[in-house]
């Protein structure tokens, strides 16, 4: 909340800048209670244990994070059960890459979409994973009683994981379930987070990519919008319920509850509720480190992943094989950099220095009179930012331009290390299962890499950070590069890959042949990819232990201090941090700037009115441009004759939100969350209640695409659609 003028007097500091409004935060849903009244105001139907129950099927049973079998706890996206089959529906760019992983030249499911008219025809998913909550509880006391203010901040992690571990594991014994306890409020509480994780997941629908990424880069974080992102899969259990692994005995998931879809009519101010698993937000950041986030974290990452999207963009133009290899990690690298400059352009617009900076003048004008502990929390955080920021910087460099800029150099040094392994007697005896699983791995890593893009990548890439990066910082292979090849980086790379067995997947199957490990660790690309990560480690613990525990216990406290300021005001919630939350507000139309005012929903004529033949950011399909002129929309057309496509709410959301349901007041799905809009990026750092917007898909463009465009009528059938 920005206010211009804050009165020091403790009876009024609830109205503090970043204090919680109802259409603010990202609450847990076990605190819903607390919430409840604010919630029938807004327009709520329901009660908060048809929202969470551990006594009842309830909403919660329906809301799924979206993992990857190595960090299931960490959901990259939500989804939502939409039928008592197990069917599942999620957003278009969260399903991309198992579509980009299907896809072949002969088979374009990225070009032409996918739907599997029939359960046989739905496709597995190797790795992915689709956790529910069970339950939920605080478990603060319990780690609190093993933590003491004069433990290091080390000693205190290693506190925290040992009794985390031990109350995680007591709370699935005898159970299929995994748990996970998660620290809150930058460790002041703590969660215990239970989930039952599916295994089998298979893809059942999604549109083509000129439909499901309509827009592209040119309309990603604004409004309007006219994307139509959604994709579709179903959960698989072992045939007595249970989660397992792929199988073809495996039957499709009976959920405890699921969501019927809504073909009604959105208006102005109807109530919206939005579940799922936001990734990361940082609403208790300081000007310290919003300085850091501002002028090293989103600035380099935007300029340096600006030489990667220009080669990408060339080449996946040049070829459609190259397009099809290449466009999961396009999207993926291109989303965080154009969010990276909108969210500097919003942060600076909204005087969010500011607002944190004003924030921090209230909070020493507290602190003086409290423990020496609170007093002391700001000075630690400032040195800890400065200390760390030429290395922070460095950091950046090294992540965003050495080790998942061009790829090669990183996986060949993964796979070398491994293979060394063998070396080891421990490991001396599974040589053959080491070796047949890193040509698994090599073969999937090869099937989506071209050899001149990785040269191209490479070469530009190195030159960059060269010119870029601190000398004291600097790779020694770069500046034995420059002076050997006189600065031509796409030369030296040439050489690199002529004696790389890593070069090309059949340099790298005949080593296989006949593996001699003495070559891996002389490999010329190997070689760079070890230098890259372990002058990556060393910059990394470069700032100082103390410096680093200061910055750590300053930021615990300073957050302690303010949840101490608000107690007896407004309700916070913590930051986002992956796990299950609501937020609740309301379908909301914005003005954005002068003279510029946004309805709250958009329509197919934008599809129509956007059509640019010559950008494949917004291609229309044909079929989909005859029903339109056809005016064939079926049941889903509103009351005007339109067929709506998308909408907007002020729920608060963030990454990991993406295919999160949008729920009107009695629980129905009414649409899918899929973005925010440029003019409040600020978002994760601190809400704008004036501008903020959650993007939505509205089910009713859904649905008419799964029946009137793709025809697949078996889906409309299973579903329960409200009218």
């Not at 706890?73 to 069917?87: A, K, M, P, V």
């Not at 040195?383 to 950046?396: L, V």
């Not at 956007?610 to 029903?627: H, M, Q």
Request: include cysteine; charged fraction near 25%.
């Amino acid at each position: 909340m920005k206010i211009k003028t804050i009165i020091l007097s403790l009876g009024l500091l609830f109205m503090l800048p970043g204090m919680a409004k109802a259409d603010e935060g990202m609450w847990l849903l076990s605190l819903l209670g607390k919430n409840y009244a604010d919630m029938q105001k807004a327009g709520f139907k329901l009660t908060v244990e048809e929202i969470y129950s551990i006594n009842q099927n309830c909403i919660k049973d329906a809301i799924v994070g979206l993992g990857n079998e190595g960090s299931p706890f960490w959901h990259f996206c939500t989804g939502e059960i939409i039928s008592d089959q197990g069917l599942m529906s999620t957003n278009h760019h969260c399903g991309y890459g198992k579509l980009q992983e299907h896809s072949t030249v002969g088979h374009d499911y990225l070009r032409d979409g996918f739907w599997a008219y029939s359960k046989e025809q739905e496709l597995p998913n190797p790795g992915l994973t689709a956790s529910i909550l069970v339950r939920m509880e605080d478990v603060t006391e319990q780690v609190q009683a093993a933590l003491s203010d004069d433990m290091s901040e080390s000693e205190r992690e290693r506190a925290i994981k040992e009794v985390c571990d031990r109350i995680a594991k007591k709370a699935v014994e005898g159970t299929n379930y995994d748990a996970q306890v998660k620290p809150m409020f930058n460790g002041n509480q703590f969660f215990l987070f239970v989930h039952i994780i599916y295994k089998d997941v298979r893809l059942v629908g999604a549109p083509p990519s000129s439909m499901g990424k309509f827009g592209g880069d040119t309309d990603n974080w604004s409004w309007p919008r006219h994307t139509c992102d959604f994709s579709m899969f179903r959960i698989y259990t072992a045939p007595d319920g249970t989660p397992a692994e792929y199988s073809d005995a495996n039957v499709p998931l009976k959920p405890k509850h699921f969501l019927p879809v809504s073909n009604r009519e959105l208006k102005d101010g109807d109530f919206a509720m939005v579940m799922g698993f936001p990734g990361t937000t940082d609403r208790f950041l300081t000007s310290y480190g919003l300085e850091e986030t501002m002028d090293i974290t989103n600035k380099l990452r935007y300029e340096i992943r600006t030489v990667k999207i220009n080669i990408l963009r060339e080449e996946m133009a040049a070829a459609q094989e190259t397009r099809i290899k290449y466009a999961s990690k396009y999207a993926s690298c291109s989303n965080y950099w154009k969010y990276s400059n909108e969210q500097n352009k919003a942060l600076k617009a909204l005087n969010t220095m500011g607002v944190k900076k004003e924030l921090e003048r209230v909070y020493n004008a507290w602190a003086k009179d409290k423990a020496p502990k609170y007093a002391e929390a700001l000075p630690l955080i400032k040195k800890g930012y400065a200390d760390r920021a030429p290395y922070e910087a460095a950091s950046t460099y090294m992540a965003e331009g050495l080790i998942s800029g061009p790829e090669l150099p990183w996986r060949a040094y993964r796979t070398g290390r491994n293979m060394l392994l063998v070396n080891e007697p421990r490991f001396a005896d599974r040589r053959d299962e080491i070796f047949e699983t890193l040509k698994g791995t090599m073969a999937d890593f090869y099937k989506d890499y071209n050899l001149e893009t990785e040269k191209r990548l490479e070469a530009a890439l190195f030159q960059y950070v060269y010119t870029h990066l601190e000398m004291k910082f600097m790779p020694e292979f770069l500046i034995n590069a420059d002076k050997k090849y006189k600065g031509d980086f796409a030369k030296y790379v040439e050489d690199l890959f002529k004696k790389s067995i890593f070069a090309t997947e059949a340099t790298f199957n005949k080593f296989m042949e006949k593996p001699d490990l003495k070559k891996i660790e002389k490999d010329p690309v190997y070689m760079v990819g070890k230098e890259i990560y372990e002058k990556y480690v060393e910059i990394n613990g470069m700032v100082s232990k103390e410096s680093a525990e200061g910055l750590q216990r300053g930021i615990r406290n300073f957050t302690d201090g303010v949840l101490q300021i608000y107690k007896n005001g407004k309700l916070m919630c913590p930051d986002a941090n992956s796990t299950i939350r609501l937020t609740y507000g309301n379908v909301k139309a914005y003005d954005p700037r002068d003279a510029v005012a946004y309805s709250h929903y958009t329509t197919m004529k934008g599809v129509i009115e956007k059509e640019d033949s010559t950008s494949s950011e917004f291609a229309v399909p044909e079929r989909l441009k005859n029903l339109y002129n056809a005016k064939d929309f079926g049941p889903y057309a509103n009351s005007k004759g339109e067929l709506v496509t998308c909408f907007i709410t002020n729920n608060d959301i963030t990454g990991g939100n993406s295919g999160s349901p949008v729920m009107d007041a009695e629980g129905n799905l009414i649409g899918l969350a899929f973005d925010g809009n440029s003019e409040a990026m600020s978002g994760d750092i601190d809400f704008e209640e004036n501008l903020q917007r959650c993007i939505c898909l509205d089910t009713r463009y859904m649905l008419w695409v799964i029946d009137k465009y793709a025809g697949a009528k078996n889906l409309i059938d299973e579903m329960v659609i409200v009218k």
